[in-house]
């Protein structure tokens, strides 16, 4: 049984380029959560969806970031006109809907603004 | 505002004994405790978590404490093994919320050989 799958792993951006970042949640495993972990930082929660919904993105920035998780294929976290505060790991995570919160993460996506 | 804290950026123990790893947190609507382990360049793995309903959760050399009118909680690992070394976060929900995690900053186990 295949983990949580984010690609790329390593993505470098210019400022003003997109970034979108990919997660595939575990099999049978409904609800996607997406944090952002600066340096010594903890892992900040951005936003919860399920399939075609979005749940929860208070954690999100108001501009330039959106996320979306289709009927088929992956999560994807888009960010649009990077700048360098962007730069970070951003970690996807998945859970079914039971038992209550154990969130399985991904390996992340460092993210490198130039 | 940080609601979930670790006090203690790092703790070194020896192979064999125990580590006691802390975490405190503030908001009383938060119901259920889980800790994550760490390792460079990798995701959190999961551990170990509680409900508010119980004060000590066991797995393995995995314990998890809880103490909610200190708002305390505490991880302990007996014995400790050098293949524990890693960041150790403190991650918490609240009841009636989106089941988002809200995590502390982490701190570094070193086990020494």
Not at chain 1, 36 to 44: D, F, H, I, M, T
Not at chain 1, 70 to 75: M, T
Not at chain 1, 82 to 88: K, P, T
Not at chain 1, 102 to 108: D, E, K, S
């Amino acid at each position: 049984n295949a983990g949580v799958m984010q690609n790329p792993r390593h993505l470098v951006r210019r400022r003003g380029q997109e970034a979108r970042l990919r997660c595939s949640p575990m099999k049978g495993h409904s609800h996607v959560y997406w944090y952002r972990q600066l340096p010594e930082e903890g892992l900040k929660f951005m936003v919860y969806l399920q399939k075609e919904n979005i749940i929860d993105e208070s954690g999100m920035p108001k501009e330039r970031f959106s996320a979306e998780f289709p009927k088929e294929g992956p999560s994807i976290l888009r960010i649009q006109q990077v700048v360098r505060g962007d730069s970070a790991a951003y970690f996807c995570a998945s859970s079914p809907n039971n038992p209550r919160n154990i969130q399985y993460f991904g390996a992340g996506t460092r993210l490198s603004v130039l | 505002d940080q609601q979930v804290k670790q006090n203690s950026p790092s703790l070194s123990v020896q192979e064999g004994r125990i580590s006691i790893l802390n975490c405190d947190y503030t908001n009383s609507m938060f119901d259920y405790f889980l800790w994550y382990k760490k390792y460079p360049a990798e995701g959190p793995t999961f551990l170990i978590s509680i409900s508010s309903i119980k004060d000590k959760n066991e797995d393995g050399r995995f314990t998890v404490f809880l103490n909610k009118s200190a708002k305390h909680l505490s991880l302990h690992i007996v014995p400790s093994q050098p293949g524990d070394s890693a960041v150790y976060f403190c991650a918490a929900s609240a009841q009636g919320g989106s089941e988002k995690l809200v995590f502390g900053k982490g701190m570094k186990l070193t086990v020494n050989p």
